[in-house]
């Protein structure tokens, strides 16, 4: 019997990081989350163009939620090109609005969007007019945190029922400071690898096929978790 048949699926909610690590259009990332604190002062992730043409991409962020109201997200270089196989280090640092030192928890977004440069270019649209501008999108956003020195993840677990009352599968929330890192999960004598990055206030269903707890989930940054 393989793993598949005890646990099929992982269903991700919210801005749960799993992502593949390359985007529509061929550009890789070296991070699929980003995490940091005052003692780092700032974080970064590597872009690579693995395409066959030349690409401009453009960065931005903005705040995932209320808590970061006041704080702001820094990105630099702002903007980029890269032929293919060049890579580009994109540096970011939280501050607040009015320039002072940013204050934890934050938790923003960065955005990119990107075009390819040997297109041909597109005519600016008249204002108001959203027509002709497929050529620049928004391609991927990177969840980034900005948390205390030594903040923790805190996971709450749950069965989730069927609506005929089976079990559906086990929702794990992060109600906690800093992502929960989720790498294995344990049902009796087998256990099934997972590789979960749950942010702060967000959850993740992990699927069972119907199985019923006991399950145990183990985390690279916190203690067990047992759903009885």
């Given at each position: 019997?393989?793993?598949?048949?005890?646990?099929?699926?992982?269903?991700?909610?919210?801005?749960?990081a799993v992502l593949s690590g390359v985007s529509q259009a061929q550009i890789g990332f070296s991070h699929n989350w980003l995490e940091f604190s005052p003692a780092d002062k700032s974080t970064a992730v590597v872009f690579t163009n693995e395409g066959s043409q030349a690409i401009e991409l453009e960065f931005a962020s903005?705040?995932?939620?209320?808590?970061?109201?006041?704080?702001?997200?820094?990105v630099y270089p702002p903007v980029t090109r890269l032929g293919p196989g060049q890579k580009q280090t994109i540096r970011v640092m939280a501050q607040a609005v009015d320039g002072s030192p940013a204050r934890t928890p934050a938790f923003f977004w960065?955005?990119?969007?990107?075009k390819n440069l040997e297109d041909a270019e597109t005519p600016a649209p008249a204002p108001g007019d959203t027509a002709g501008r497929v050529s620049l999108r928004t391609a991927v956003s990177l969840p980034v945190s900005y948390v205390a020195n030594g903040a923790k993840p805190r996971a709450a677990a749950r069965v989730l029922p069927a609506d005929d009352g089976s079990v559906r599968g086990i929702v794990i929330a992060n109600t906690g400071q800093a992502a929960l890192r989720v790498h294995q999960m344990q049902r009796g004598?087998?256990?099934?690898?997972?590789?979960?990055?749950?942010?702060?206030?967000?959850?993740?269903?992990?699927?069972?096929?119907?199985?019923?707890?006991?399950?145990?989930?183990?985390?690279?940054?916190?203690?067990?978790?047992?759903?009885?």
């Open positions: 019997m393989t793993f598949f048949d005890f646990f099929p699926r992982v269903t991700v909610f919210a801005a749960l903005r705040l995932r939620d209320k808590r970061s109201a006041g704080q702001r997200l820094l960065l955005d990119y969007r990107y004598a087998v256990t099934a690898p997972l590789k979960l990055t749950i942010l702060p206030g967000d959850s993740a269903l992990v699927e069972t096929g119907g199985l019923a707890p006991p399950f145990r989930f183990l985390a690279k940054n916190h203690p067990e978790i047992d759903v009885l």
